[in-house]
C-alpha cells in the first residue's frame, strides 16, 4: 500500500502562484506514475498532469504552459508547480499514485481557490 498526503492549497489571486506538494509512503518502490487530479464542483474528476518513472510527463491542454509536475525522489515527493492561476483553476487537487498490479491510490485531496 502507498498513503499520500497532500498540502500546498489556499486562496490566491488570478494570476497568482501556488506549489502542491504530494508526501508518498509505504510501498513506493512498487509506484509506476504519479499524477495530479482535480474536481470542481459539480464536475467530474480530471487528470491535470502525470509523471512516469522515466520522467514523461503529461499535461491536460488547460494548464499547458501554466503548470510543471515534477518529482523529488530523495524525499518521496510529488510537486505541482501552478502559475499564471485562474478562476477556472478552482478545484480540490488530489494526489494518485498507480502501483503495478495494485492500481490507484489516491490522496485525500487539497483545496485551490482562485478569486479576487
Known amino acids: 500500500q502507498v498513503q499520500l498526503v497532500e498540502s500546498g492549497g489556499g486562496l490566491v489571486q488570478p494570476g497568482g502562484s501556488l506549489r502542491l506538494s504530494c508526501a508518498a509512503s509505504g510501498s513506493i518502490s512498487n509506484i509506476y506514475t504519479m499524477g495530479w487530479y482535480r474536481q470542481a464542483p459539480g464536475k467530474q474528476r480530471e487528470l491535470v498532469a502525470h509523471?512516469?518513472?522515466?520522467?514523461?510527463?503529461r499535461y491536460a491542454d488547460s494548464v499547458k504552459g501554466r503548470f510543471t509536475i515534477s518529482r523529488e525522489y530523495a524525499k518521496n515527493t510529488l510537486y505541482l508547480q501552478m502559475n499564471s492561476l485562474k478562476p477556472e483553476d478552482t478545484a480540490v487537487y488530489y494526489c494518485?499514485?498507480?502501483?503495478?498490479?495494485?492500481?490507484?491510490?489516491w490522496g485525500q485531496g487539497t483545496q485551490v481557490t482562485v478569486s479576487s
Open positions: 509523471i512516469t518513472n522515466g520522467g514523461f510527463t
Open positions: 494518485n499514485a498507480y502501483l503495478v498490479a495494485h492500481g490507484d491510490y
